[in-house]
């Protein structure tokens, strides 16, 4: 199955997105991760106002396969989580890039951007990881 | 490197994810979802290639008493033309493995798990001697598929001479499917009205396509192993390795209606019959969690504040729409009702023992 990327986001090696809005961004899984994961069941989401730094694990992501954690791609403070995903888990798996967002959070030092991928990079990446996951 | 099955490429061509299970590698889903292929068996019909089963077959003038010593079950009792349920035991009554045996009349046919067929085929050919029969893996030269969920009677008996009206819940007969001898069985692993169909390995890709085309009109999917471990998760089934192993007993798992511990040479009696007598320190319970999180197998159970116990299996159940569980708790604080505590990612998490099964299978016949 082709990869699909969201031309507005930037991405990091964990296949996570992040959308930049001013000093904000949303941020949440891709397409690719979701695909590997299988369906999502649950998601487990910190508190608002909880900061972590870039690359902290942030939640959990229960598939019916398994529990994965998901990592802040830049350090930050959460502002808002996606209460969706408590009651509609299956959003992740069905708009990763839209509806199933995760949380959005304030951006602490924006010179971390540097270290993420562009969506051509990230889907040449993701391509590589889905050649090498099948067989 | 894992075993093919004999329908590996159909599988690849239908877009299944590839697993490996008990040296084999098969689906573990289709693009349809684990979540989607498990309701789809509950309201419609699934078909599943679980080749990667075992079975023996054991023939001889000496059959009934050979079984009678290594199967829990009492065999005696089996009329033929029926799939009963039984375990084989360790002298310690730890379980080498749960199966099903079909009592043909020409035959014992005996259903073995995948990862327990090497082991399983060491221990009944171990103790073989003195009996005059004969003991045969056929597994190489068998194929096995399972067609499950309500739709899977009209799907098949386009393809079968047999009636199946005439064909009860757990009966078994030895007949053709599209052409092929077949020994067919209303058994299954699902919960759900079904069948599980052996046949010569080689016609494989005959009848799984003759099946897939049969069942068109009625809506019939592949199935993955996923959905497979979700069904019978629901209706409470065991998994060897998980809920049963050699360290548990069929007391403690809640098998001992499988166990006639009349049978004087019965492998691992005395120990068998010293649990029952006593009550199993332990027991197997089902449990729902009060609060989100989903249960995985070896968490840690938690009653009144100190670990008490483990999950065999957990998971989110897609017909209950609920997170759900077994686990093991000391016999104490076993009742429906108790509450325990489940440690998910560190965080001890309430949860309830409920009844068993989550889900009350809806057989026919």
């Known amino acids: ?135 | 490197m894992a075993k093919k099955t004999a329908l590996y490429e159909r599988h690849v061509a239908l877009g299944a994810r590839m697993t490996t299970y008990a040296g084999w590698a098969l689906p573990v889903q289709y693009p349809t979802g684990p979540k989607a292929e498990h309701l789809h068996v509950r309201e419609a019909v699934g078909l599943f290639d679980i080749d990667h089963m075992g079975q023996i077959v054991v023939t001889g003038p000496d059959a009934v008493p050979y079984l009678q010593r290594i199967m829990t079950a009492d065999v005696s009792r089996f009329s033929v033309g029926r799939a009963n349920y039984s375990m084989m035991c360790y002298d310690d009554g730890g379980i080498v493995d749960d199966v099903f045996i079909y009592h043909m009349p020409d035959r014992y046919f005996i259903t073995v798990n995948a990862a327990n067929n090497a082991k399983d085929t060491s221990w009944v050919n171990y103790h073989r001697s003195h009996f005059n029969v004969s003991v045969e893996n056929v597994s190489q030269e068998t194929y096995m598929l399972a067609l499950q969920g309500p739709l899977s009677q009209p799907t098949l008996q386009d393809l079968c001479a047999y009636d199946l009206d005439e064909l009860a819940y757990h009966e078994a007969v030895d007949t053709n499917v599209a052409g092929v001898p077949t020994l067919l069985g209303r058994t299954g692993y699902t919960g759900e009205d079904g069948f599980e169909i052996y046949f010569p390995a080689n016609e494989a890709i005959h009848v799984w396509d003759a099946l897939m085309e049969a069942g068109e009109e009625y809506g019939l999917l592949p199935i993955g192993l996923a959905a497979r471990d979700s069904l019978r998760l629901e209706p409470c089934m065991p998994l060897y390795g998980q809920e049963i192993s050699a360290n548990i007993t069929p007391f403690e798992a809640g098998l001992g209606w499988a166990v006639s511990l009349d049978k004087e040479t019965l492998i691992g009696r005395y120990a068998l019959l010293k649990t029952h007598l006593e009550g199993p320190s332990r027991k197997l319970v089902a449990f729902e969690m009060i609060e989100r999180g989903v249960p995985r197998h070896d968490y840690a159970v938690h009653v009144e504040g100190t670990v008490r116990g483990h999950v065999t299996s957990g998971m989110y159940s897609p017909t209950l729409e609920k997170f759900v569980g077994l686990a093991y708790v000391p016999s104490e604080h076993a009742s429906v009702g108790q509450e325990i505590g489940i440690d998910i990612h560190g965080s001890v998490r309430p949860a309830v023992i409920v009844n068993k099964p989550f889900y009350t299978p809806t057989y026919r016949g």
Not at chain 1, 113 to 135: F, R, V, W
Request: with cysteine; proline share 6%; aromatic share 10%.
């Open chain 1, 1 to 135: 199955m082709p990869v699909q990327v969201d031309e507005n986001c930037l991405y990091t090696e964990s296949h996570e997105w992040l959308r930049i809005e001013g000093e904000e961004a949303y941020t949440g899984i891709t397409d690719f991760a979701q695909d590997s994961l299988s369906d999502v069941v649950y998601v487990e989401l910190p508190d608002v106002g909880d900061t972590f730094e870039q690359g902290e694990p942030y939640g959990v992501i229960e598939s019916v396969k398994a529990a994965s954690d998901c990592y802040l791609p830049l350090a930050g403070e959460i502002l808002e989580v996606n209460e969706e995903l408590e009651v509609s888990p299956e959003l992740v798996n069905e708009d990763p890039y839209g509806e199933g967002w995760f949380v959005r959070f304030k951006i602490e030092d924006p010179d971390q951007i540097n270290d993420l991928m562009d969506p051509d990079t990230y889907k040449e990446y993701a391509e590589k990881a889905q050649e090498e996951g099948t067989h």
